[in-house]
């Protein structure tokens, strides 16, 4: 059955994957060039990442950040201290205004596709995470690299309920031990969800057209 579930999700990963990143090239190109006007530098930002059975794959990015980003110890104090627990900044100064709008709707991303393609990572599971991350999984990191990586995933859509990097981890583990292609769609259909922008106008006139309404039936 898990043989069955893998075969179908990698059939789909390279399908929809290779799709998707066609149909994406002419963004690639609107972002790249606006990243080289705004900030010049490099367009696209890779790392080492950890993918299935321990296999060690270069993550794509757009460039979010300043250069030297990588630089940590160049951080104050307190910011180091906030990496090292959470692997991420929550108010992160290297972020440049262009990357912020990029992380914002999640388009810094796109380049995965690109990691899909190539078959290191699929559409939905754990983020991908660098060496230091895999050893916080002590006994289960046999288990977290069972699986391959995703661009989205159960802790993804989750986050704002993680309180810690270790309930980050059970959020991961739980993915992985329940697993399925229906679990995988409603992730899916989760992320969708999550990146549909909600129209804060329409809202405003219905309140303004509801108060208009009552002002009228007072009259």
Partial sequence: MKLKYEITKQTLDSIFGTVAFIICIPVYMIIGIVIKATVGGHVFYKQQRIGKDGKKFYLYKFRTMVDG??????LPIELQNEYKE???????????KIGRVLRNWNLDELPQLLN????NMSFIGPRPVIQEEVEKYGNLKSKFLSVKPGLSGYWQINTKKCKDYNERINMELYYIENCSLKFDINIFLETVKMHI????????IKVINLQQTKQEMGN
């Fill in 69 to 74: 980003a990588d630089k940590i110890e160049d």
């Fill in 86 to 96: 959470n692997y991420k900044i929550k108010n992160d100064p290297r972020i440049t």
């Fill in 116 to 119: 899909i393609v190539k078959g």
């Fill in 197 to 204: 922008p909600k129209n804060k106008k329409i809202e405003q």
